[in-house]
Structures are given as C-alpha cells and as structure tokens.
C-alpha cells in the first residue's frame, strides 16, 4: 500500500505563493511518476503537474507554465509544488498523486491520491 498526505494548502491572497508538499510511504520510491491534480466543485478533476521520479522532468498543465514548479526529494520521497503568482482561477483542492508511468498522469490519471489540501486565493 501507498499512502499520499498532503500539506500546505491554505488562503493566500492574488498574486502570492504557496508551497504544496507531499510525503509518500509504503514503498521505495525509484521510478514512476509523481503529481499533483486540482479540483474545485461541479467540476471535472485537472491534471496541474508531475515529476518523473528518476530524472526529474517535470510537466505542466499549459495555464500553471512558468509560475508553478513541482520538484521531489528522492530521500525523503517528497513532493513539492511552489505555486507563484496565485490567481483566483488556482483556488481548488489539490490532490497528490502517484502513477507507474507519466503517460498515465498526462492521460489524468494516477494509482494513487492523497486526501488533498484546500487551496483558496482571494480577489
């Protein structure tokens, strides 16, 4: 079993930062896929970023490009996600997850989800 928890979600005002973290247990994590999803009410689950495990590529959902930048910390099999120049459009619940490929992320899906973080940005 693999076990996702998220943390640092909170209110932020328009044009602020946050950063998003994910701590990841139940396995060594040496290859694969990791991200992050974002969801508000009534409305469809988006793909926002992930990172390949042992390169560290990473990709973005066209709209976060150039202000959110995911990372991981193969050590500590963590998850990052600093968040830049917040827009109103960002406030969502964001959900960690984890997949055995990146094509399953970019086709928006994943094996595994955390609980997710409330993010809200005001104005």
């Known amino acids: 079993q693999v076990q996702l928890v998220e943390s640092g979600g909170g209110l932020v005002q328009a044009g602020g930062s946050l950063r998003l973290s994910c701590a990841a247990s139940?396995?060594?994590?040496?290859?694969?896929?990791m991200g992050w999803f974002r969801q508000v009410p009534g409305k469809e689950r988006e793909f926002v970023a992930a990172?390949?495990?042992?390169?560290?590529?990473?990709y973005y959902t066209g709209s976060v490009k150039g202000r959110f930048t995911a990372s991981r910390d193969n050590a500590k099999n963590t998850v990052f996600l600093q968040m830049n120049s917040l827009k109103s459009e960002d406030t969502a619940v964001y959900y960690c997850?984890?997949?055995?490929?990146?094509?399953?992320?970019?086709?928006?899906?994943?094996?595994?989800w955390g609980k997710g973080t409330l993010v809200t940005v005001s104005s």
């Open positions: 990172v390949k495990w042992n390169s560290g590529l990473t």
């Open positions: 139940g396995r060594t994590f040496s290859s694969g896929a």
């Open positions: 997850a984890a997949a055995a490929s990146i094509g399953t992320m970019l086709n928006n899906g994943a094996e595994y």
